[in-house]
């Protein structure tokens, strides 16, 4: 499946090897290396910004860490917002929220994102209804806030808020398609990797736990 991703040109592997290399540096007391990481996610796709808040809310890297990383993804795509701000805007802002479907395809390329849009959106636009923009953004809210609220701030907790977080707007986006759902189920199967009933009790960098971890010695000043 990662080679057909690969394959197929898809930007989520790398927002996936981000992810994943993220948790990675932080268990590894490293969260300063991880602000890159994220940063690194932030600029691949628009819809992996869905990642702040848990970011923010997972203990051992913070909120301060991730500012910097927000900052860091703005000033990397500054260049091409001052370049052509129209431009800039309707490719990576309105193109993504529009609820008439994928446009700018031909053909049975069109064809094929008429019908395979996989999102609730995406068939009541196929029979003439479609969703309310406001309404696929307030789905996307109340789950994330739910899953801020409900889960632990632990790696489990950062990777499965925000696999709902994204299934939420995909299954009311109708841009949703197989590369989008294959993300969504590759970050529930790293956050059951990181289950704490999984990983045992040995949790002294307290990633899986959520405490402050007492072995971490780099980057406190930007701790959250």
């Known amino acids: 499946m990662l080679f057909r991703s690969v394959e197929q040109a898809w930007n989520e592997p790398l927002i996936l090897g981000a992810m994943v290399a993220m948790i990675y540096l932080v268990t590894r007391g490293r969260p300063n290396w991880a602000v890159v990481c994220l940063g690194a996610a932030l600029v691949t796709k628009q819809y992996a910004w869905i990642v702040v808040p848990f970011a923010a809310y997972w203990k051992p890297f913070g909120w301060r860490r991730t ?19 129209h431009a800039f805007s309707e490719g990576s802002i309105v193109s993504l929220i529009q609820t008439s479907g994928a446009t700018g395809a031909h053909g049975s390329t069109a064809l094929f994102l008429h019908y395979f ?22 789905v996307t809210a109340v789950i994330g806030v739910l899953a801020l609220r409900r889960l632990p701030r632990n790696a489990y907790g950062f990777a499965l808020g925000t696999a709902a977080t ?12 197989f590369n989008q ?15 704490p009933e999984l990983v045992g009790a040995d949790d002294r960098l307290g990633v899986f736990s959520g405490r402050e971890p007492s072995t971490l010695k780099s980057g406190r000043r930007l701790g959250g």
């Open 166 to 177: 994204l299934a939420a707007f995909d299954l009311f986006s109708t841009h949703s398609f």
């Open 67 to 85: 500012a910097v990383a927000c900052l860091g993804g703005a000033v990397f795509m500054l260049p091409w917002a001052v370049a052509d701000w």
């Open 117 to 138: 849009t996989l999102s609730i959106a995406a068939i009541t636009t196929r029979h003439g209804h479609e969703v309310p923009v406001v309404l696929t953004v307030a």
């Open 181 to 195: 759902w294959w993300l969504v189920t590759c970050l529930v199967t790293v956050a059951v990797a990181c289950a």
